[in-house]
């Protein structure tokens, strides 16, 4: 089975800090995301990864930033926190781009005070 | 117009009947489609894919694709209350890599 990891289920920021959310897969899936989800909005994209140090933006990038040094993780950065990304946030992978599934984490709750 | 719509419900239906899920989206190239089951508190895990117009049955669950129409519907047959969760349409549109998720529909299955 594959397992995607989440380093945190639940986190607690202040306003203006540097947060740093981790996302590890296990079974060496080429591409890698990050959503947030919020009621009424459904998943909505931040970034994506097809391969190690390739990147894309999403629908939603302004106020994060994402690292992938190695294949199975995948950092989600929020340069200086603020309240309205208070979220949950989503890392899922998937082996094939354009026909697969992707497989999800458990998820980060993140609130920004 | 959202790219991928479905109606929030809830939606609910008594043990043992059909349930029926719709969704539609806007980009007439997509290819690839997907729901998703999501329980609360808890990350979506995937329940069909469908990229063929037609009907595709998977045990209890049949996905439905119309592309001339850009309509998916999932049916879920002899309904349980363990269905109930939120159901998350997907669609992978033209040029593949990005995957566009409706908002989703609460299902209540009522015992």
């Known amino acids: 089975d594959v397992k995607v990891t989440q380093s945190s289920r639940y986190l607690v920021k202040r306003t203006g800090e540097k947060v740093f959310l981790e996302c590890v897969q296990d079974m060496d899936h080429e591409n890698m995301f990050w959503y947030r989800q919020d009621p009424g909005l459904g998943l909505r994209l931040i970034y994506f990864s097809y391969d190690v140090k390739m990147k894309e933006k999403g629908d939603i990038p302004e106020g994060y930033s994402v690292s992938r040094e190695k294949k199975e993780r995948f950092s989600l950065i929020l340069e200086s926190a603020s309240t309205n990304q208070t ?27 | 117009q959202k790219e991928v719509e479905q109606n929030s419900g809830p939606l609910s239906v008594p043990e043992g009947a059909i349930a029926s899920l719709n969704c539609t989206y806007s980009d007439r190239g997509s290819q690839s489609f997907f729901w998703y089951r999501q329980y609360s508190g808890k990350s979506p895990e995937l329940i069909m894919f469908i990229y063929s117009n037609g009907d595709k049955e998977d045990g209890r669950f049949t996905a439905q694709l119309n592309k001339a ?26 040029g593949g890599f990005k995957t566009i998720f409706g908002a989703g529909t609460r299902l209540f299955v009522k015992a």
């Open chain 1, 87 to 113: 979220s949950m946030y989503l890392c899922a992978s998937s082996l094939f781009p354009k026909t697969d599934t992707q497989y999800f984490g458990p998820g980060t709750r993140l609130t920004v005070l």
């Open chain 2, 69 to 94: 129409s850009q309509y998916v519907s999932l049916l879920i047959r002899d309904s349980q209350p363990s269905d109930s969760a939120t159901y998350l349409c997907a669609v992978i549109k033209t």
